[in-house]
């Protein structure tokens, strides 16, 4: 998944985001702007896990949508 695509795509992608964290906000929506590196601190708070967990989760999400396109 070439995160650069997201970030341009951000609106269009953080349904899938959202559908897969579900107790992220809004608000966290806007802070991540699909940035990886912001997504895996977000996971990390919110879900109280450690970064290594969190980048497997986002490593897992990754490999469902490697398709993705716009």
Do not use: C
Request: hydrophobic share 35%; charged share 35%; glycine share 8%.
């Amino acid at each position: 998944m070439n995160w650069d695509i997201v970030e341009g795509n951000w609106e269009q992608f953080k349904g899938k985001v959202k559908g897969q964290w579900r107790s992220l906000t809004e608000e966290h929506l806007v802070v991540i702007a699909g940035k990886r590196v912001e997504l895996a601190g977000i996971i990390q708070e919110t879900y109280g896990t450690t970064r290594e967990e969190a980048e497997a989760q986002i490593r897992r999400f990754e490999d469902r949508n490697k398709d993705y396109r716009p």
